[in-house]
Nanobody
Framework: QVQLLESGGGSVQAGGTLRLSCVIN????????MAWFRQAPGKEREGVAV????????HYARSVKGRFTISRDKGKNTMYLQMNSLQPEDTATYLC????????????????????WGQGTQVTVSL
């Protein structure tokens, strides 16, 4: 059973930074596309960033491009999301997800295409 565990959430002021981590328990993790999604209360889950299995390709939501950076450390089975210039609208529960099939083009940011999910970590940004 593939399991994902997020960490690194917290509360920051606008303009601050956070780095989220997601550990996957499958040591053949390089077969997975991995992604960050977020969900705010009363809103749909939205894709934030996705990275290819070997880390050579990335894709970002327009709302975070230029502020957030997704990366992965294959030796540690860990994916990261560096979040800079955080704004109150970034407040949400951030979830990591993984998929062993598909491509960046087919996975898109559709949660239905990702079968494996973590429990989420809360990010709160205040003015």
């Amino acid at each position: 059973q593939v399991q994902l565990l997020e960490s690194g959430g917290g509360s920051v002021q606008a303009g601050g930074t956070l780095r989220l981590s997601c550990v996957i328990n499958d040591y053949s993790d390089t077969k997975y596309y991995m992604a960050w999604f977020r969900q705010a209360p009363g809103k749909e889950r939205e894709g934030v960033a996705v990275i290819s299995p070997l880390g050579s390709s990335e894709h970002y939501a327009r709302s975070v491009k230029g502020r957030f950076t997704i990366s992965r450390d294959k030796g540690k089975n860990t994916m990261y999301l560096q979040m800079n210039s955080l704004q109150p609208e970034d407040t949400a529960t951030y979830l990591c997800a993984a998929a062993s099939q598909g491509t960046l083009a087919t996975l898109k940011f559709d949660p239905k295409n990702f079968p494996y999910w973590g429990q989420g970590t809360q990010v709160t940004v205040s003015l």
